[in-house]
């Protein structure tokens, strides 16, 4: 960067005043004015300097050198050229220069009182600077050097130093900040501890006293050793603030803007200190720096943490006692005389929390027409006609109205969830989903060996919020959570439209319109109708997501951003891992095509990747996995069976012809969009053959998600007279959501179990229930119903061989066998129930077993409880856990899978049996007393020796994917905290922390 100003206008000659004589050392490098606005700066300035030293930094600047010297002595100046040593310090070839100049020859007697004017590369002094230099010197026989003010080359009007200010710890203060505006409210002279090289006006003898500057130092930092020596020596340092000079950005640099400055100005600090202060000192910065880099990593301010703590590399006592050695007996100012220079630790404070709020809260917008409305609207106004507000509660209220087509529909389907379509239907408490999800043993009944699906660990975070929402009481809290995200589904969708089209525009009208009909397309319609979570969560985050990958692929991304791109791919393909495979395609484009983004793409292809790194290891084992998702497999037709909301993608195409075709701006978006519009459709249209086993198909209208959203994507880039069309989509889809209604496949959940079972199952027993539906021909279906869960959203169908292996034993119970009662104590049934028309010889036969007693039943069903024999007579139910031995002794059942941890009195030597398949031992570890058990071998229930006495008996189910799934759940903490934004987007972008 150059500075090309005009000549200065010539001044009146200067005055008299001094007799001391000012040689300038103009030093040429990269970055300096032309010599011809050199030259006349110094020429026509109000005070001449009676000597001008010419030095080239390099090679390339001697003709320059050369050209300037001729123009000074044609104006009249005496100017030389002398060489200095190329490639070294700044002030190394500054003190060279100095050192090739001839004082005596140049000022004869006068040269013990001459003063030095350094110019370096990168600035050029105003018409008065070495005037206003010269009359600040002349105030006090005490100065031994003076500082400018230092102007933005570019905009004057901009401060960019003035002197170097820092704390008694060596900390860099900016004062003024680099950029404030200059409106003389700083132009009172001042002491400074130091003051920048370029446009310093200093005593030549002060210099040579001195030493010059330790170069080993970084430049502020060396400029700043100097000025607190020349305080030290009782000459003062002071800046002239009407002195101006325009600056380039990196020269006469007073704040600490990199760890080497901050570092550098923390070891002088500690060269000047006393001696019985610098290991106290020493411990401060220590601490400070590790406490201060600890805070910047809470508030995600990597770099700036980095900095704090490279002030650590100042503790270098060898080069402290070095330069300590070095300067003995310079100092004749007591130090506790230069209290009044250091900016006080409050500052410090008062700074650090300015710069915080400033960070975190955007600046106020500047004040317009909007300061003279007479009559301005008040939050709650602003906040009610907000397109934010109005488009989701405009969804929302057709949902509502929707739903009346929903068989039962009122708001007990809530507490007690939904069933029906792709719900497979069920109980479950946010613990039963957690279990669902990471145990290796899992599922309903008697469960199996399996790897849960990761919607369930979403469903468990989404239940344990329903289950802590105070004076709300809910049957099933999984339960609740499925409806909730069907019945809200829409409306969020909405917002994360609404938020992602701020990427595209900022005007909110378009962006709310394009929300709502992104929210109401036919394809959302007919995933809530159906209970096709998968699908629902796939239309709210999708939007979102492409944001991220298109922020992660442009130049406006951030770090925190890709992070969050992870984080909603990982959600995504919760929810539909078929368009999370898609993405990562993407990114790996990115990745490979995008050089200025691969590290983006990088960090959000890692943290989907960690995120979903257990799911990856299944779908490896099993690909179908990939095509699959919680309700997004279906036994009939793939592509769905729309009916009347086929009509409703008639605005959508219009939409897509107007908006992705003719010559509406943003041609190279558009292209893009055409391209996700084309990926789905082909996808659509090829996924009709996937087969994926036992008559399933994949739900092929998730993948018209891409082309809808890429519709309403590029309707935001047509002009603003085109807008009509998006509005005309919007209202008709959100119109005929609430005429058509969301269909009658589901209902709500009925729970066929008695209360009293449902409470022994999910309370001390443990027990189980088995339902059995009865067929006139063909064998009967059953199940066992526990507080477990198999998950609530139906997928791909899970081989748990441990209830198969249960038919002959079911199969003599359904006969009215003479041990069906020993039977059902054996898997923990407290409930017998049979749905159908039951004959009346098994009817009767079962009456007459002993420990059955028939209860009170709903129409169509016919229940027996389980009651205690003479063998359980101490129990007054079959119990998951019991202690066998002379007698039965039940334990209690605090987990899932018979996970417990509970305190047991044993009377005489016995064995613990848990009424589990003998598999489940594999998974499970037995702790009595906190010895690890292991099981007795058999084909019965798994059983394990235990001594007569008080025993602590803990019991627990192994993780799938042990290794793999904490270190993922540790990622996610990780991530969290990576992916949230903290502050404005200006801070995390832009801004240096000083």
Not at 529 to 542: D, M, S, T
């Amino acid at each position: 960067m150059s500075l090309l100003l005009t000549a200065p206008p010539p001044s009146p000659p200067r005055p008299d005043l001094t007799p001391s004589p000012v040689l300038a050392v103009v030093l040429l490098g990269a970055g300096s004015p032309p010599t011809d606005h050199l030259a006349a700066a110094l020429a026509e300035a109000r005070l001449r300097p009676d000597a001008v030293t010419v030095a080239a930094l390099g090679p390339a600047e001697e003709a320059a050198a050369s050209a300037l010297v001729a123009d000074l002595t044609q104006r009249g100046l005496r100017a030389e050229e002398v060489e200095v040593p190329a490639r070294r310090s700044l002030r190394l070839q500054a003190l060279a220069a100095v050192a090739a100049s001839d004082l005596d020859t140049l000022f004869g007697d006068r040269a013990p009182r001459a003063l030095l004017w350094f110019l370096t590369p990168g600035t050029l002094p105003e018409a008065d600077a070495l005037h206003r230099l010269c009359e600040e010197y002349l105030r006090s026989p005490s100065v031994g050097a003076v500082g400018p003010k230092h102007l933005d080359a570019e905009d004057p009007s901009l401060i960019r130093s003035l002197g170097i200010h820092a704390t008694r710890t060596g900390r860099l203060v900016p004062h003024p900040a680099p950029g404030r505006p200059d409106q003389g409210q700083l132009d009172t002279s001042t002491d400074v501890l130091a003051v920048p090289l370029t446009g310093m006006l200093i005593e030549a003898g002060l210099l040579a006293d001195l030493g010059g500057w330790e170069v080993a130092r970084a430049d502020v930092a060396a400029d700043l050793d100097l000025g607190w020596r020349a305080q030290r020596a009782g000459r003062r340092v002071v800046v002239a603030p009407r002195a101006r000079m325009l600056t380039i950005p990196g020269v006469a640099v007073a704040v600490g803007d990199t760890g080497v400055r901050r570092r550098a100005a923390r070891l002088v600090a500690l060269t000047q200190a006393s001696g019985w202060a610098v290991l106290p000192l020493a411990v401060w910065i220590a601490l400070s720096a590790l406490v201060t880099g600890a805070l910047l990593l809470l508030l995600k301010r990597p770099r700036a943490a980095a900095w704090e703590v490279a002030q650590l590399g100042a503790l270098r006592p060898w080069t402290i006692a070095r330069s300590r050695w070095r300067h003995r007996g310079d100092a004749t100012v007591a130090r506790t005389h230069l209290r009044s220079l250091f900016v006080p630790g409050r500052a410090i404070l008062r700074g650090m929390a300015d710069a915080a709020h400033d960070a975190v809260f955007p600046p106020r917008a500047p004040i317009g027409n909007a300061a003279h409305d007479l009559t301005p609207r008040s939050l709650v106004g602003r906040i009610a006609r907000h397109p934010l507000l109005l488009a989701p509660l405009a969804v929302l209220l057709a949902t509502l109205v929707a739903a009346r087509t929903l068989p039962g529909a009122r708001p007990r389907s809530l507490s007690d969830g939904l069933v029906g379509g792709a719900l497979p239907g069920g109980r479950a408490d946010a613990a039963a989903l957690w279990s669902t999800w990471v145990d290796s043993w899992r599922g309903a009944g008697l469960g199996g060996a399996s790897s849960g699906e990761p919607v369930n660990g979403l469903l468990a975070f989404l239940a344990a919020v329903v289950e802590r929402v105070p004076f709300v009481n809910v049957a099933s809290s999984g339960g609740a959570a499925v409806a909730l995200i069907l019945l809200l589904g829409m409306p969020c969708a909405a917002i994360s439209a609404y938020l992602a089209a701020r990427l595209l525009t900022r005007q909110v009208w378009p962006r709310a319109l394009a929300a709502a009909a992104w929210a109401a397309n036919p394809v959302a319609v007919a995933a809530i109708g159906q209970g096709r979570v998968g699908a629902v969560i796939a239309l709210v985050v999708l939007p979102l997501a492409a944001a991220g990958l298109a922020l992660t692929a442009g130049r406006a991304g951030t770090a925190t951003s890709a992070f969050a791109t992870g984080l909603a791919l990982a959600v995504l393909g919760a929810g539909a891992p078929v368009l999370l495979v898609l993405a990562a395609v993407v990114l790996l484009g990115v990745l490979v095509f995008v050089r200025g983004a691969r590290g983006r793409a990088l960090a959000a292809l890692l943290t989907a990747a960690g995120l979903q790194a257990p799911w990856i290891l299944d779908a490896i084992v099993d690909p179908r996995r990939a095509l699959a998702g919680p309700g997004l497999v279906t036994s009939g037709d793939p592509a769905g069976s729309w009916g009347w909301w086929a009509l409703g993608a008639l605005p959508l195409v219009v939409l897509g012809v107007v908006a992705l075709g003719g010559r509406s701006p943003g041609r190279d978006s558009r292209s893009v969009l055409a391209g996700v519009a084309a990926v789905g459709l082909v996808g659509f249209a090829l996924g009709r053959g996937v087969d994926l086993g036992d008559g399933l198909r994949p739900w092929l209208p998730l993948l018209l998600l891409l082309p809808i959203l890429a519709v309403a994507a590029a309707s935001l880039l047509l002009p603003t007279p085109r807008h009509w069309a998006l509005g005309v989509a919007a209202t008709t889809l959100v119109g005929a959501l609430a005429v058509g209604g969301l269909g009658s496949a589901l209902r709500t959940e009925v729970d066929p179990r008695p209360v009293v079972a449902i409470d022994q199952a999910d309370r001390f027993f443990g027990t189980r229930t088995l339902v059995a539906e009865l067929t006139p021909s063909g064998p009967a279906r059953y199940r066992f119903l526990s507080r477990e869960s198999s998950g609530l959203l139906r997928s791909l169908p899970e081989a748990l061989p441990a209830d198969a292996q249960a038919a002959p034993e079911v199969a003599t119970i359904l006969a009215g066998g003479a041990q069906v009662t020993a039977t059902l104590t054996a898997y923990a049934v407290d409930v017998l129930a049979l749905h159908g028309t039951v004959p009346p010889a098994l009817s009767e036969r079962l009456d007459t077993r002993e420990g059955l007693t028939r209860m009170g039943a709903p129409t169509g069903w016919s229940m027996w409880r389980v009651t205690p024999t003479d063998a359980v007579a101490s129990t007054v139910a079959p119990p998951r856990i019991a202690v066998v031995g002379s007698g039965i002794v039940a334990v209690a059942v605090t987990g899932q899978s018979a996970a417990t941890k509970a305190e047991v009195d044993v009377a005489a030597a016995g064995l613990l049996v848990i009424a589990m398949p003998p598999q489940w031992s594999d998974h499970a570890v037995v702790r009595i007393d906190g010895a690890i058990v292991q099981p007795r071998s058999g084909n019965g229930p798994p059983s394990y020796p235990v001594s007569a006495g008080r025993h602590t008996v803990e019991v627990a189910v192994g993780w799938s994917h042990p290794w793999v799934r904490q270190l993922s759940l540790a990622w996610l903490g990780v991530v969290l905290f990576l992916a949230i934004p903290f502050g404005t987007r200006r801070s995390r972008t832009g801004v240096r922390y000083d």
